[in-house]
Each structure stands twice: as structure tokens, then as C-alpha cells.
């Protein structure tokens, strides 16, 4: 571009300016930079100081983002770079400060970009009267007289005539006005509520633009009303959860009212910092989802109570927005208050303050004497999702053990930790689960010795201690071999004393006899039973289940040992008569009776080792081991195995079609018969022999 000397252009100005200052100075080289000659750049110079010296401004308000945005797409056209530098240069005058007027920079920058109209030939064909520079003669701007010219200046610089932007104006002044009242709930001048929808009055004549910006601001109004009218109806009979939830949703209410104030302070500014319907739309743009949101929940929770309305806004908090997905976090945090209140309570001392049924433990108001199984119940459908089914199980079990320690009379209460929502509740569960665990352990191992009083049903009821159980069958022979309803109870329990004070288990004394019922022709050898009357808490353990278990496979054992011993006494009778029936020529009768005798005495002895060795024994053994550091219900499963185990190896659990019990007990019949049959005819040959003699 060919420039203008300095001097040239100095002597044109100075025909009509005699006093020139710095900002004419700055004037003249910037003008110079545009136009090399002299005639035009003295009607451009002009025309500069013109638009200086007026009162005119666009209409659009001073958003310095918007115009940035504007800028950085034009000059992304010709290369990111350019926009890239322009940003940066941005970003440092914004941390600067300065200057002041970036705006006013902003939008002359973006006017006079080539991407424009050709201002030059609009520019020279509108200027035709020079305009004395102001800061060179004092002398008073002077107007502009015609709307021709307005409205090509207008096409120039995005201005429109003075007139016309007054009535854009005062018409959004008016909006943002009655806006301001729908947001509050209240109908406006010219925007009302109509029943479920918001209507403007048709007489405003509001451009397109400016009215869908005006309804979606509307919105925001409509849902605080419908959110207001949802908080009176709920407003009654609700449970604690449904309470947290109104009074956060209420307490979210008072964020907005404070918005909505400051928001009506600032329609009272001076024009350049008035309220526009852009700002307005801003300002309200995440109160208007966090309404959308309230609204949402309040339907979705209508209905719902407890641990399902934690659930319903936990499952909105799953959302791909962050926005969202941080504000529902920060409702269920203090909705969830009351439920992790009653979860505190629970863990750390064993009490249930559910007014309402909202938490996922219950109690049972038909309980029996087992109060650890009955007395609590665990309620699934009240779990929160983002609590695992895991972790429900072990908060479950940790307040009834700090409840059943309680009730034992030992120190139950734990240092207690605040529980809200967004903890590692997994870990803090686990470590109160170790503690609780251990310390119930040891109260049952320790304290009330739950391994001596295992061990005693072990000995006496599936018959490991040997030596007592021939005692026993020695002492009661006689007694039980007689009918059934001949046999009284304290008779028999006379024996089983003298039979246990040799004993120095310290639990004998819980034992007991117990007759079964009888039928018709019973012996005493089919209704005997041990009984066993476990202390609290141990009978949490050795539950009437457990002892029902106990009695079926001490019934089974009882009547192998009998088995047993009956060969034993046919084997000692064969010896004693063995000379005297020997000289009788009874040599083959006897050789094939002890035959018989040697075969079921080698399949009683077998089967009792297979019972009681890989049987009790190994089950023994293997419960011992686990038994150690667990909970109440895992130590009770793992006796309920233990006694599963000795069952199945006792053959006492048929397998499919084979009822292997039946028909041991048909084999111990027949070698009971087997001996009657001896002993009788024992009995025939003696008789003759006696006879013959």
C-alpha cells in the first residue's frame, strides 16, 4: 500500500486544524495505513472524527466471549495459528487488566476485518461534508441530519438509528422485568401463567429471537412453581427419608431465591450494567437443570419411602452429564442423612431406631427363644444399589452380634466413626466385621467354653469316649432289655451318674437321659436316649435343630454299639459252653455258629471304624480348625456341616433309590435275632444233655 508522507498529510490538516493533540496525531498515522491518497485520506480522516465525536453505540451489549468467538472464527479461516495467537494475546490483556475498553476493541477490530462489506466505496460515498476535529478547534460535534445517512452507517458499524434501538430496548427491559416475576411464581405484565403453560401477550410485537430466549428463560419460573406445589402436597405424614429429601430440595429453594434477588438488584443498574435477556438466560441456565432435576425426583420419589428413595436419586446420579452427575451426589449426601444415622447407630451399638421400617433390618415381633435367629430380619428390597449385597449381609450381622453380646452382659459399644455418603463403606464394614467377629469368638470359646461343651457331644452323644459308652451298656443290660413301659426315667439316670464320675469334662453336668416314645413291643434298649441342656449363648450354636441332629445319629450309633455288644456276649457264651457242647457232638453246629459269629463280628467292627474314625473323627478335626475368628452365622454353618459330614458317612442320607439305613438296621436285627436264635438253642442242648445225664 503506498503511504502518505508525514508532512503532506500535515500541511492538508492544517488548513482547517491549527491546534493538533495526540489523539489527532494517532488519528493521522492510523489513517494513513489505510489510504495512500492524500484526497481520501483526508475525507477518511474526517469521516473518522465523525464517528468519534458521535453519541452513537451498537446495540448489541458489550459480551466481550461473544465477540472473541467471532473474531477467532474469521481468523480460523485463514489459519489456526492466527487464531491460536489471538487467544493467547487475549488471555494475557484479560490477566492484565487492561485495557478497559477491550470491548470497545473488540468489536472495531471485528468491523473494519476484510471479511466485511467493502466499507471503502459505502465509507467515501457518504461522506461528502468534512467535520471539524473537536480536539482541534473546540468547536461541537455536529449531528447527523438525515436517516439516509443513519441507515448506511448503520450497515457500516451494526447500528441502527437511534429511535429503533430505544424501543428493542425498554421491549427487553420489559421482558426481563416480567421475567423476573415468573421466576418467582408470580404473573407479569405482559408474560402470565396460563393454567400449565406460560403466555405472552401478543400485543408486544417481540421478535422470534428474543421470544424463544424469553421462553426458555420462562422455564425456569414453571418448574419452581410445580416444584413449590410438589413440596406442599408431600408435605404431610412422611417418613424421615421423604423429609430429607423436601428439606434439601427446600434448602436448594434458597440458593435460587437469593439468585432471583440479586438478579432484580441488577435490573436496576445504569443501562451499561442493566440486566439483559442473554445474562439473564446465563445466570439461569444451571438453576433451570437443578430445577429439572428437583421436579424429576419429586415425582420419581412420590410414592416411595426409606431405602428406595435413597435408590431412586442414587440411579440419577449415574448420568453422563458432569454437572448432573456432581449435584445428585451432593442431594444424596444429605438425603441419605437419615439412613446413615440408623446405619451408625446399628453398627456401633447394636440398636435399631427405625421409626418408619426405612432401613434394610427389621425386627421380628413373633420371635422364639433363639433370638439370633429370629429376633432380626434383613430386608433386600431396602438395600441401597450402591451398597453390595455383601456388605448388607455384614452390617446385618454386626449390629445383632453387638445386640446378642448385649444380651450376654459383656461391653458391647465400639469407637464410633461418622458414616455419610461417598465413604469406603466396603472397608470401614470390614474392619468393624474383624472386631465384632474376634470379639464374639473369643466371649464363646474363652468365656462360656463352646468347645468344651462340643467336645462332651462328641463323647457321650456320638460315642467317642469308648470306655463310658461299654460302661454304660454294662450297666443298663439288664434295665434296658426289659419291655418299654416297664422303665422309668430316674432309674436310668441314677446309672448314667454313676457312669460319668469317673468323667473331668467340666459340661457333664448338662447331660441328661430322655426316653423316647414307645411302641408296642419295645425294649428299653429302643426308647434310651441321651439328653443334653445347653447353657445361653451356647444353645445359639446347639440349637434345637443342631440337638434334634445330635439325638437322630446318637440313636443310630447306640444301636450299632448294642449290635456290637451282643456279639460280644454271644462270642463270651460260645466260649464258656464251648467243652460241653463239644463233647456232645455238637462240633459242626458250633464251628458253623462261630463262623456266622466271626463274619458279623468283622462287619460291625469295620463299619464302627469307617463311622467313627473317617466319620466323627476326621469332622471332628476339620470343624476344630474353622472354627476360630467367625461370625455367629458362619460358625453356626460350619457346625451344621460338621454334623452333615458325620451324617452322610453314617450312612444315615439315602442316595437316590438305595436306602443304606434301612437295611443297616435290618442287618443289626438279624444278628440280634441271630443271637436269640444261639441262645436258644444253646439252651436245647444243655437241656438234653441234661436229661441224658
Same mark, same amino acid.
Given at each position: 500500500?503506498?503511504?502518505?508522507?508525514?508532512?503532506?498529510?500535515?500541511?492538508?490538516?492544517?488548513?482547517?486544524?491549527?491546534?493538533?493533540?495526540?489523539?489527532?496525531?494517532?488519528?493521522?498515522?492510523?489513517?494513513?495505513?489505510?489510504?495512500?491518497?492524500?484526497? /481520501?485520506?483526508?475525507?477518511?480522516?474526517?469521516?473518522?472524527?465523525?464517528?468519534?465525536?458521535?453519541?452513537?453505540?451498537?446495540?448489541?451489549?458489550?459480551?466481550?466471549?461473544?465477540?472473541?468467538?467471532?473474531?477467532?472464527? /474469521?481468523?480460523?479461516?485463514?489459519?489456526?495459528?492466527?487464531?491460536?495467537?489471538?487467544?493467547?494475546?487475549?488471555?494475557?490483556?484479560?490477566?492484565?487488566?487492561?485495557?478497559?475498553?477491550?470491548?470497545?476493541?473488540?468489536?472495531?477490530?471485528?468491523?473494519?476485518?476484510?471479511?466485511?462489506?467493502?466499507?471503502?466505496?459505502?465509507?467515501?460515498?457518504?461522506?461528502?461534508?468534512?467535520?471539524?476535529?473537536?480536539?482541534?478547534?473546540?468547536?461541537?460535534?455536529?449531528?447527523?441530519?438525515?436517516?439516509?445517512?443513519?441507515?448506511?452507517?448503520?450497515?457500516?458499524?451494526?447500528?441502527?438509528?437511534?429511535?429503533?434501538?430505544?424501543?428493542?430496548?425498554?421491549?427487553?427491559?420489559?421482558?426481563?422485568?416480567?421475567?423476573?416475576?415468573?421466576?418467582?411464581?408470580?404473573?407479569?405484565?405482559?408474560?402470565?401463567?396460563?393454567?400449565?403453560?406460560?403466555?405472552?401477550?401478543?400485543?408486544?410485537?417481540?421478535?422470534?429471537?428474543?421470544?424463544?430466549?424469553?421462553?426458555?428463560?420462562?422455564?425456569?419460573?414453571?418448574?419452581?412453581?410445580?416444584?413449590?406445589?410438589?413440596?406442599?402436597?408431600?408435605?404431610?405424614?412422611?417418613?424421615?427419608?421423604?423429609?430429607?429429601?423436601?428439606?434439601?430440595?427446600?434448602?436448594?429453594?434458597?440458593?435460587?431465591?437469593?439468585?432471583?434477588?440479586?438478579?432484580?438488584?441488577?435490573?436496576?443498574?445504569?443501562?451499561?450494567?442493566?440486566?439483559?435477556?442473554?445474562?439473564?438466560?446465563?445466570?439461569?441456565?444451571?438453576? $433451570?437443570?437443578?430445577?429439572?432435576?428437583?421436579?424429576?425426583?419429586?415425582?420419581?420419589?412420590?410414592?416411595?419411602?426409606?431405602?428406595?428413595?435413597?435408590?431412586?436419586?442414587?440411579?440419577?446420579?449415574?448420568?453422563?452429564?458432569?454437572?448432573?452427575?456432581?449435584?445428585?451426589?451432593? =442431594?444424596?449426601?444429605?438425603?441419605?442423612?437419615?439412613?446413615?444415622?440408623?446405619?451408625?447407630?446399628?453398627?456401633?451399638?447394636?440398636?435399631?431406631?427405625?421409626?418408619?421400617?426405612?432401613?434394610?433390618?427389621?425386627?421380628?415381633?413373633?420371635?422364639?427363644?433363639?433370638?439370633?435367629?429370629?429376633?432380626?430380619?434383613?430386608?433386600?428390597?431396602?438395600?441401597?444399589?450402591?451398597?453390595?449385597?455383601?456388605?448388607?449381609?455384614?452390617?446385618?450381622?454386626?449390629?445383632?452380634?453387638?445386640?446378642?453380646?448385649?444380651?450376654?452382659?459383656?461391653?458391647?459399644?465400639?469407637?464410633?466413626?461418622?458414616?455419610?455418603?461417598?465413604?469406603?463403606?466396603?472397608?470401614?464394614?470390614?474392619?468393624?466385621?474383624? /472386631?465384632?467377629?474376634?470379639?464374639?469368638?473369643?466371649?464363646?470359646?474363652?468365656?462360656?467354653?463352646?468347645?468344651?461343651?462340643?467336645?462332651?457331644?462328641?463323647?457321650?452323644?456320638?460315642?467317642?469316649?469308648?470306655?463310658?459308652?461299654?460302661?454304660?451298656?454294662?450297666?443298663?443290660?439288664?434295665?434296658?432289655?426289659?419291655?418299654?413301659?416297664?422303665?422309668?426315667?430316674? !432309674?436310668?439316670?441314677?446309672?448314667?451318674?454313676?457312669?460319668?464320675?469317673?468323667?473331668?469334662?467340666?459340661?457333664?453336668?448338662?447331660?441328661?437321659?430322655?426316653?423316647?416314645?414307645?411302641?408296642?413291643?419295645?425294649?428299653?434298649?429302643?426308647?434310651?436316649?441321651?439328653?443334653?441342656?445347653?447353657?445361653?449363648?451356647?444353645?445359639?450354636?446347639?440349637?434345637?435343630?443342631?440337638?434334634?441332629?445330635?439325638?437322630?445319629?446318637?440313636?443310630?450309633?447306640?444301636?450299632?454299639?448294642?449290635?456290637?455288644?451282643?456279639?460280644?456276649?454271644?462270642?463270651?457264651?460260645?466260649?464258656?459252653?464251648?467243652?460241653?457242647?463239644?463233647?456232645?457232638?455238637?462240633?459242626?453246629?458250633?464251628?458253623?455258629?462261630?463262623?456266622?459269629?466271626?463274619?458279623?463280628?468283622?462287619?460291625?467292627?469295620?463299619?464302627?471304624?469307617?463311622?467313627?474314625?473317617?466319620?466323627?473323627?476326621?469332622?471332628?478335626?476339620?470343624?476344630?480348625?474353622?472354627? !476360630?475368628?467367625?461370625?455367629?452365622?458362619? $460358625?453356626?454353618?460350619?457346625?451344621?456341616?460338621?454334623?452333615?459330614?458325620?451324617?452322610?458317612?453314617?450312612?444315615?442320607?439315602?442316595?437316590?433309590?438305595?436306602?443304606?439305613?434301612?437295611?443297616?438296621?435290618?442287618?443289626?436285627?438279624?444278628?440280634?435275632?441271630?443271637?436269640?436264635?444261639?441262645?436258644?438253642?444253646?439252651?436245647?442242648?444243655?437241656?438234653? =444233655?441234661?436229661?441224658?445225664?
Amino acid at each position: 500500500m503506498k503511504m502518505l508522507g508525514n508532512e503532506q498529510l500535515k500541511k492538508l490538516i492544517k488548513k482547517t486544524d491549527k491546534k493538533p493533540e495526540k489523539e489527532s496525531k494517532q488519528l493521522l498515522k492510523l489513517v494513513s495505513l489505510f489510504q495512500g491518497d492524500p484526497q /481520501k485520506q483526508k475525507k477518511l480522516y474526517d469521516y473518522s472524527l465523525r464517528i468519534m465525536s458521535s453519541r452513537l453505540q451498537p446495540i448489541v451489549s458489550g459480551d466481550e466471549l461473544h465477540l472473541s468467538e467471532l473474531i477467532q472464527k /474469521k481468523l480460523a479461516k485463514s489459519g489456526a495459528e492466527k487464531a491460536l495467537r489471538f487467544t493467547k494475546i487475549l488471555e494475557k490483556l484479560v490477566q492484565l487488566g487492561r485495557p478497559r475498553n477491550r470491548w470497545e476493541m473488540l468489536y472495531f477490530l471485528l468491523k473494519i476485518s476484510p471479511e466485511q462489506a467493502d466499507y471503502h466505496e459505502i465509507m467515501f460515498e457518504t461522506v461528502n461534508e468534512p467535520i471539524e476535529d473537536p480536539h482541534l478547534t473546540n468547536v461541537e460535534p455536529q449531528s447527523i441530519k438525515t436517516a439516509e445517512k443513519q441507515q448506511q452507517m448503520a450497515a457500516v458499524f451494526g447500528t441502527k438509528p437511534k429511535v429503533v434501538r430505544t424501543s428493542r430496548q425498554e421491549l427487553e427491559d420489559q421482558l426481563v422485568q416480567d421475567l423476573i416475576f415468573i421466576l418467582q411464581g408470580v404473573d407479569g405484565t405482559f408474560v402470565k401463567f396460563n393454567q400449565e403453560l406460560i403466555s405472552f401477550d401478543e400485543t408486544l410485537n417481540v421478535p422470534a429471537p428474543m421470544l424463544d430466549l424469553a421462553t426458555k428463560i420462562a422455564e425456569l419460573g414453571w418448574l419452581y412453581r410445580k416444584v413449590s406445589k410438589s413440596l406442599e402436597r408431600l408435605d404431610t405424614d412422611v417418613d424421615l427419608s421423604q423429609q430429607s429429601l423436601l428439606a434439601t430440595i427446600r434448602d436448594e429453594q434458597k440458593e435460587y431465591y437469593k439468585l432471583v434477588a440479586i438478579m432484580e438488584t441488577h435490573t436496576q443498574l445504569d443501562p451499561e450494567q442493566r440486566l439483559t435477556l442473554k445474562r439473564l438466560y446465563v445466570w439461569t441456565s444451571k438453576p $433451570l437443570q437443578k430445577l429439572r432435576i428437583h421436579n424429576i425426583l419429586l415425582e420419581a420419589c412420590e410414592q416411595a419411602k426409606g431405602g428406595e428413595i435413597i435408590s431412586i436419586v442414587h440411579s440419577y446420579s449415574l448420568h453422563g452429564d458432569p454437572f448432573i452427575k456432581e449435584y445428585v451426589e451432593s =442431594l444424596l449426601s444429605r438425603v441419605s442423612l437419615p439412613f446413615y444415622s440408623m446405619m451408625q447407630r446399628w453398627i456401633y451399638k447394636g440398636e435399631l431406631d427405625d421409626p418408619f421400617g426405612e432401613f434394610f433390618v427389621s425386627t421380628n415381633p413373633q420371635m422364639n427363644e433363639n433370638i439370633w435367629k429370629t429376633k432380626f430380619g434383613l430386608e433386600d428390597d431396602n438395600v441401597p444399589p450402591f451398597i453390595s449385597r455383601q456388605t448388607a449381609k455384614k452390617i446385618f450381622l454386626i449390629g445383632k452380634t453387638l445386640d446378642f453380646i448385649k444380651g450376654c452382659g459383656e461391653p458391647h459399644e465400639l469407637e464410633q466413626q461418622q458414616l455419610t455418603y461417598g465413604q469406603d463403606l466396603d472397608f470401614i464394614v470390614n474392619q468393624v466385621y474383624k /472386631k465384632m467377629s474376634g470379639r464374639l469368638s473369643e466371649m464363646l470359646l474363652r468365656k462360656y467354653e463352646l468347645i468344651e461343651h462340643l467336645q462332651v457331644l462328641k463323647d457321650y452323644f456320638l460315642l467317642g469316649n469308648a470306655n463310658f459308652v461299654q460302661q454304660l451298656m454294662e450297666t443298663l443290660d439288664r434295665t434296658l432289655s426289659k419291655p418299654a413301659t416297664t422303665i422309668y426315667r430316674h !432309674h436310668l439316670t441314677g446309672a448314667l451318674e454313676s457312669c460319668l464320675r469317673q468323667s473331668s469334662d467340666t459340661q457333664i453336668k448338662h447331660l441328661d437321659v430322655r426316653l423316647l416314645e414307645a411302641s408296642a413291643g419295645d425294649l428299653g434298649w429302643d426308647v434310651f436316649a441321651l439328653d443334653y441342656h445347653p447353657p445361653f449363648p451356647v444353645n445359639t450354636i446347639l440349637n434345637p435343630q443342631a440337638m434334634h441332629c445330635y439325638l437322630k445319629l446318637f440313636s443310630f450309633l447306640w444301636r450299632m454299639k448294642r449290635t456290637e455288644h451282643v456279639l460280644q456276649n454271644t462270642w463270651k457264651r460260645q466260649m464258656s459252653m464251648h467243652l460241653e457242647l463239644r463233647n456232645a457232638g455238637c462240633d459242626q453246629l458250633l464251628h458253623q455258629m462261630q463262623l456266622l459269629n466271626a463274619s458279623m463280628s468283622h462287619f460291625m467292627t469295620q463299619l464302627q471304624h469307617f463311622i467313627l474314625l473317617d466319620g466323627v473323627e476326621a469332622s471332628w478335626v476339620e470343624f476344630n480348625d474353622k472354627m !476360630h475368628n467367625l461370625d455367629l452365622d458362619l $460358625l453356626i454353618a460350619e457346625h451344621n456341616k460338621y454334623l452333615n459330614r458325620i451324617t452322610i458317612k453314617s450312612m444315615l442320607v439315602s442316595e437316590g433309590k438305595i436306602n443304606l439305613t434301612s437295611k443297616l438296621l435290618k442287618i443289626f436285627d438279624l444278628v440280634i435275632a441271630t443271637d436269640a436264635f444261639q441262645s436258644q438253642v444253646y439252651a436245647s442242648r444243655v437241656s438234653q =444233655l441234661t436229661i441224658g445225664c
